[in-house]
């Protein structure tokens, strides 16, 4: 690697780093959405109302598509293996499973937790605790953060399609 690529590679994970922490600093996915749309509608080009989205130029697309990569970054593997691995003290092992069923279950739900946004998977963690007794499965998790993380998507679909056509 020469030192441009080294030093963009730095720039890109303060980039990615900045971003988890707005996310975090976000009350509930909801507001995040909310502040997304807002985000988006700032931009000069870029008409965001409701599931419509009107986008003008291949400039404004690119801006748009940069935004929202802001909203769907991730939680990295290390602070969602803290995260999870507290959590054979806070809910019971399901029925008939051992200690190294849980543990593996715990790791195949870090590798599927650590693609999708920081915030929702934040969330959906915090309610799991408050709403299950028993270890969850990903299926569960996954539920409680569906409505916003497919709202994500559903906007990320609509940009990458604008580009698209426009480039």
């Known amino acids: 690697m020469n030192q441009k690529q080294i030093v963009d590679m730095k ?13 975090l600093s976000i009350p509930s996915p909801t507001m ?3 502040n997304l749309v807002n985000d988006l509608n700032a931009i000069e080009g870029v008409t965001i109302t409701g599931l419509d989205v009107e986008i003008k130029d291949s400039n404004a697309a690119t801006k748009a598509h940069d935004v929202l990569e802001i909203y769907l970054t991730p939680l990295t593997a290390e602070v969602l293996k803290i995260k999870i691995s507290k959590w054979k003290y806070l809910f019971y092992k399901p029925y008939n499973s051992t200690m ?14 650590e693609k999708l946004p920081a915030d929702c998977v934040n969330y959906s963690l915090n309610m799991a605790i408050k709403n299950f007794k028993i270890f969850p ?31």
């Open 11 to 23: 720039k890109y994970k303060e980039r990615k780093e900045k971003a988890r922490e707005l996310l």
């Open 32 to 34: 995040a959405n909310i």
């Open 100 to 113: 190294e069923e849980v543990m593996e279950r715990s790791e195949a739900m870090i590798e599927e937790l």
């Open 137 to 167: 499965s990903y299926s569960e998790i996954y539920g409680i953060l569906k409505p916003h993380y497919e709202r994500r998507l559903f906007y990320q679909n609509k940009i990458i399609t604008k580009l698209d056509q426009l480039q």
